[in-house]
């Protein structure tokens, strides 16, 4: 299937449509709930945007025989494991190597003494495990959002990479309101949803994105670096800006930084250019012209194709049949 032209089914942009709006509407109401059984709004505010689609995914339409995790691309066979184990690592390796020059570069120092994450615990075990909770359910929140449900149906108007592009420009618009927010900021932001956008296009599975995702939020937060303007630290140390903001990322943290640039552009190339896993799964993209009320292929199309022997065997049989009835 080709992954640049235009599918043209307007359907997909209503359903996506519905989807944005509902979600968002939701979340409100699931964060309130949440907030009277968590009180620490670190926890329950991610927790709410990965609740909120959830019902979402399960409850709207989508092509027959399509399911509802597997129809966005979330499926849980070897091949999602995989992506999901590459995308971590390389989340991981792209801060932490970012944080890494700049500090050697002098654009990045560290403290300690500093206020750790609300959920911090005696045992460093613990405080990470519960950290890898959390960051999890911020990464996968803004996924199922802005990569799920919504980026499916998009896909089936404008084609996944299409979809891609505008979930890009849409991510990099939901934190321009972040604390210390720069323009530079808001440009790398879009530029990772961008590569997450393309990710997925590309490899057919949302684990990568959210790898990757997940990846680059937890090794920031265990380096007490700040992550989207945000000061989130897990083990109790943090990080103070040095020099020029290009280089540093300033008070924003190092996605405001010239680093996140290039590094972002480069990942956009490694993901684009390495191996594609093969898969079975459907999703919902890959029945853009049926309509999603009905069967999406006819029955001829669910019969399994006769093997090479079994053709053969037939045409001799035939053959047989043939020579039987002329000599009679």
């Given at each position: 299937m080709p992954l640049v032209r235009s599918f043209g089914d307007w359907r997909g942009l209503i359903w996506m449509a519905i989807f944005a709006v509902l979600a968002f509407l939701l979340q409100g109401p699931v964060g309130l709930l949440l907030t009277k059984v968590i009180s620490e709004p670190m926890v329950a505010y991610p927790l709410s945007w990965l609740l909120a689609p959830?019902?979402?995914i399960l409850l709207l339409p989508r092509?027959?025989?399509?399911?509802?995790?597997?129809?966005?691309?979330?499926?849980?066979?070897?091949?999602?494991?995989?992506?999901?184990?590459?995308?971590?690592?390389?989340?991981?390796?792209?801060?932490?190597?970012?944080?890494?020059?700049?500090?050697?570069?002098g654009w990045l120092t560290f403290?300690?003494?500093?206020?750790?994450?609300?959920?911090?615990?005696?045992?460093?075990?613990?405080?990470?495990?519960?950290?890898?909770?959390?960051?999890?359910?911020?990464?996968?929140?803004e996924e199922l959002l802005l990569r799920g449900y919504g980026f499916q149906q998009l896909s089936r108007c404008l084609s996944p990479v299409g979809a891609a592009?505008?979930?890009?420009?849409?991510?990099?618009?939901?934190?321009a309101?972040?604390?210390?927010?720069?323009?530079?900021?808001?440009?790398?932001?879009?530029?990772?949803?961008?590569?997450?956008?393309?990710?997925?296009?590309?490899?057919?599975?949302?684990w990568l994105p959210l790898g990757m995702h997940l990846g680059w939020n937890l090794m920031l937060g265990i380096l007490g670096v700040r992550i989207s303007g945000l000061t989130i630290s897990?083990?109790?140390?943090?990080?103070?800006?040095?020099?020029?903001?290009?280089?540093?990322?300033?008070?924003?943290?190092?996605?405001?930084?010239?680093?996140?640039?290039a590094s972002v552009a480069l990942a956009l190339w490694i993901v684009w250019r390495m191996?594609?896993?093969?898969?079975?799964?459907?999703?919902?993209?890959?029945?853009?012209?049926?309509?999603?009320?009905?069967?999406?292929?006819s029955p001829s199309t669910l019969l399994p194709s006769p093997s090479p022997v079994a053709s053969s065997l037939t045409q001799a049989s035939?053959?047989?049949?043939?020579?039987n009835s002329s000599a009679t």
């Amino acid at each position: 299937m080709p992954l640049v032209r235009s599918f043209g089914d307007w359907r997909g942009l209503i359903w996506m449509a519905i989807f944005a709006v509902l979600a968002f509407l939701l979340q409100g109401p699931v964060g309130l709930l949440l907030t009277k059984v968590i009180s620490e709004p670190m926890v329950a505010y991610p927790l709410s945007w990965l609740l909120a689609p959830l019902p979402l995914i399960l409850l709207l339409p989508r092509p027959r025989g399509v399911g509802p995790f597997t129809g966005i691309a979330m499926g849980v066979g070897t091949r999602h494991r995989i992506y999901l184990a590459g995308g971590l690592a390389a989340g991981a390796v792209m801060s932490g190597g970012i944080v890494l020059v700049q500090r050697l570069g002098g654009w990045l120092t560290f403290d300690d003494a500093v206020k750790q994450v609300p959920w911090a615990q005696d045992s460093v075990f613990v405080t990470f495990t519960l950290s890898i909770a959390v960051f999890f359910a911020a990464a996968a929140g803004e996924e199922l959002l802005l990569r799920g449900y919504g980026f499916q149906q998009l896909s089936r108007c404008l084609s996944p990479v299409g979809a891609a592009c505008a979930a890009g420009l849409m991510f990099g618009f939901m934190h321009a309101q972040n604390p210390n927010v720069t323009g530079l900021a808001v440009l790398n932001t879009t530029e990772f949803g961008l590569v997450f956008g393309l990710a997925l296009a590309r490899h057919r599975s949302l684990w990568l994105p959210l790898g990757m995702h997940l990846g680059w939020n937890l090794m920031l937060g265990i380096l007490g670096v700040r992550i989207s303007g945000l000061t989130i630290s897990i083990f109790g140390f943090t990080s103070s800006p040095q020099g020029s903001a290009l280089w540093s990322g300033g008070r924003y943290g190092p996605e405001a930084s010239l680093f996140t640039t290039a590094s972002v552009a480069l990942a956009l190339w490694i993901v684009w250019r390495m191996p594609v896993l093969e898969d079975t799964d459907r999703l919902i993209w890959d029945a853009p012209d049926s309509p999603i009320d009905k069967q999406c292929e006819s029955p001829s199309t669910l019969l399994p194709s006769p093997s090479p022997v079994a053709s053969s065997l037939t045409q001799a049989s035939t053959t047989l049949d043939v020579k039987n009835s002329s000599a009679t």
